[in-house]
């Protein structure tokens, strides 16, 4: 079984959770719990080869100092980093990551090539709200060579998937020939489940 670890950031309210309960059960919800981070597991099927895919959602709450990335950089094999199309702060951070993941990948880390991050613009229905522009997003993903699209947790289900599953289709091709890593703790679909369902679920 092909193992494949992805994790989702950016700063607090661009949507992480929201991509990543998308992704996994072609839901979007409205609200989500912010004060865990979950690494959520799913096996599934791509190009005919079972996968055992772990998404790490961070928790909402930015710790002191966390821009270190030091766990996430030796744990994950591809990065969505997203950022909110109506918040021009949220772009900022998310370049400040990508400077950060890439940094790593020149020094020590060096695992990973250009094709596993994606740039991800999220929240595109509030077009009417944008403060960041379609362009800018494509050029910071091509300043740090990485992918890039807009799209809504909110709206699009077939965007999202398609985002993830290119992501993962990047880490396969990067992946061909790298040594194993240590294996890491995961949650189950049962935290997540909890989170749709449990008691911080505000709206339906
Ligand atoms: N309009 C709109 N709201 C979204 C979208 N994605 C997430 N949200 C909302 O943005 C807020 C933060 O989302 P959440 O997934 O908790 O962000 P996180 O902190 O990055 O995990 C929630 O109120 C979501 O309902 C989107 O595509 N469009
Ligand atoms: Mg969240």
């Not at 193992?3 to 992480?16: F, I, Y």
């Not at 710790?63 to 990065?79: I, P």
Request: charged residues 25%; aromatic residues 8%; positive net charge.
């Amino acid at each position: 079984m092909n193992e494949m670890k992805v994790a989702v950031l950016g700063s607090e309210g661009t949507g992480k959770s929201a991509l990543t309960v998308r992704f996994l059960t072609k839901r979007f919800i409205g609200e989500y719990a912010s004060d865990t981070e979950c690494i959520y597991t799913k096996h599934m099927c791509l190009d005919g080869k079972q996968i055992n895919l772990e998404i790490y959602d961070p928790c909402s709450q930015p710790r002191q100092g966390k821009l270190s990335l030091t766990d996430e950089l030796h744990w994950a094999d591809g990065f969505v980093i997203v950022y909110d199309i109506s918040d021009q702060t949220s772009f900022a951070f998310a370049k400040a990551l990508l400077y950060r993941i890439r940094e790593c990948h020149m020094g020590v880390c060096k695992k990973a090539s250009e094709s596993t991050i994606v740039l991800v613009g999220n929240k595109q229905d509030l077009c009417h709200m944008r403060e960041v522009g379609w362009d800018e997003g494509q050029k910071l993903a091509l300043d740090y060579k990485c992918q890039f699209c807009e799209l809504s947790a909110a709206e699009h289900c077939q965007e999202v998937t398609a985002m993830f599953t290119r992501i993962l289709k990047n880490v396969t091709s990067n992946s061909k020939g790298k040594e194993k890593r240590r294996p890491s703790g995961s949650k189950s679909m049962v935290k997540l489940i909890n989170n749709m369902f449990g008691k911080r679920r505000k709206s339906v």
